[in-house]
């Protein structure tokens, strides 16, 4: 599992104790006080040895990696999301999710002609994911929406 922008690691630890014998999730942040702050949560819940921390920029550290993840979980800057699709379907297997948070960002994404340049780039990031022929892609409108893809 990949998680782009883990902040103080929440996310990761739910993640770490999903995994099965073996797996590991690459927490990322570009925030050296979140990632410490991270470590003592990984302890304490038991979880640090199923976790890689990598401190600098989620784009950076995914486009650095070599292999494929059966698991991509996108929370970065939303301006940023466009990049992040261009980056991650390639670094994911086949039959795996690409899993990103706030993809109704309020309901923004709904508006005609929205003007707030977060908005438009989560716009753009919801239409590449459901023009892909690669995806398979459902939005769960759930808090501020989650979009759930499978690789085919």
Do not use: C, H
């Not at 949560?41 to 494929?68: H, N």
């Not at 309020?106 to 003007?115: L, Q, R, T």
């Not at 340049?117 to 590449?128: D, G, M, S, V």
């Amino acid at each position: 599992i990949f998680e782009m922008g883990s902040a103080i690691g929440y996310s990761t630890i739910w993640w770490a104790r999903a995994l099965g014998e073996g797996g590991r999730v690459i927490y990322t942040d570009g925030d050296s006080k979140n990632a410490e702050q991270a470590r003592r949560y990984f302890e304490r819940a038991g979880v640090a040895d199923r976790i890689t921390i990598r401190v600098g920029d989620a784009l950076e550290l995914l486009s650095e990696e070599k292999e494929q993840f059966d698991i991509i979980f996108n929370d970065v800057d939303k301006e940023d999301y466009p990049r992040v699709f261009r980056l991650a379907v390639p670094k994911l297997r086949k039959g795996g999710l690409f899993i990103t948070d706030n993809v109704l960002w309020s309901g923004k994404v709904a508006e005609k002609n929205p003007a707030e340049a977060t908005t438009k780039a989560i716009l753009e990031f919801n239409r590449l994911l459901y023009s892909s022929p690669d995806l398979f892609t459902t939005i769960l409108p759930i808090r501020d929406g989650v979009a759930v893809a499978i690789k085919r």
